[in-house]
């Protein structure tokens, strides 16, 4: 980074990329991408001036912008399939190894400052929202997942007025769990990918592509 301009990574222990997000003057700026573990891409993000944008907003930025950053290798598009294309479910963890990293994949969000309990964060701003849903959509998404029987639900990865990011606390056991995948499962099917099995995990990921 050069006063507050360039690409920032990170890296997963096993040396695999992480994060690559791209700042000019301090805000984000151009095209983020996140991965899981495995190397599969988990998210693919546009922003302008520290707002998150479409894709084609952003390109349609960079013909009237010639500073704005630009990618060679892709025309400035995503090089790979968007999530909800390239989404694999996730099989149960095969090992305790497997399901340390899923534990330390969640807690990586909630060390994050840029997090709340998604209800009260909401509820702050009519204008905040989750994914491409309005704000009232938003919220009665969160109002589902709890009258199913979530523990918590936590908004992470919040940028500005928005996030992509949930992390629901399951109940230990009984019917409220057993609602709560009902709930996920639902959504999951509605964005193309199939829902988590149940394997005994504390807490769920939710992504919106």
Excluded at 85 to 97: G, H
Aim: net charge negative; proline share 4%.
């Amino acid at each position: 980074m050069d006063h507050g301009t360039g690409i920032r990574k990170s890296w997963f222990e096993n040396g695999q990329l992480e994060s690559e997000i791209y700042h000019v003057l301090g805000k984000r700026c151009g095209r983020s991408r996140m991965w899981w573990e495995d190397g599969k891409l988990m998210s693919v993000e546009y922003f302008l001036g520290g707002k998150k944008v479409a894709e084609k907003k952003y390109i349609e930025a960079c013909k009237k912008d010639p500073t704005l950053p630009r990618y060679e290798d892709d025309g400035f598009e995503p090089e790979e399939p968007k999530m909800s294309a390239t989404y694999l479910k996730r099989a149960a963890p095969a090992s305790e190894w497997d399901r340390h990293q899923h534990n330390e994949f969640i807690n990586k969000f909630l060390r994050q400052p840029n997090r709340g309990e998604a209800r009260q964060w909401l509820k702050g701003d009519e204008n905040r929202f989750i994914g491409e849903m309005t704000h009232e959509d938003s919220v009665e998404f969160v109002e589902e997942g709890y009258k199913a029987g979530a523990a918590k639900i936590i908004a992470v990865e919040i940028e500005d007025e928005t996030t992509n990011c949930l992390v629901v606390e399951l109940p230990p056991a009984g019917r409220k769990r057993e609602r709560v995948f009902d709930w996920n499962s639902e959504y999951a099917h509605k964005a193309g990918f199939d829902p988590y099995d149940d394997w005994g995990q504390n807490e769920l990921f939710v992504f919106f592509d």
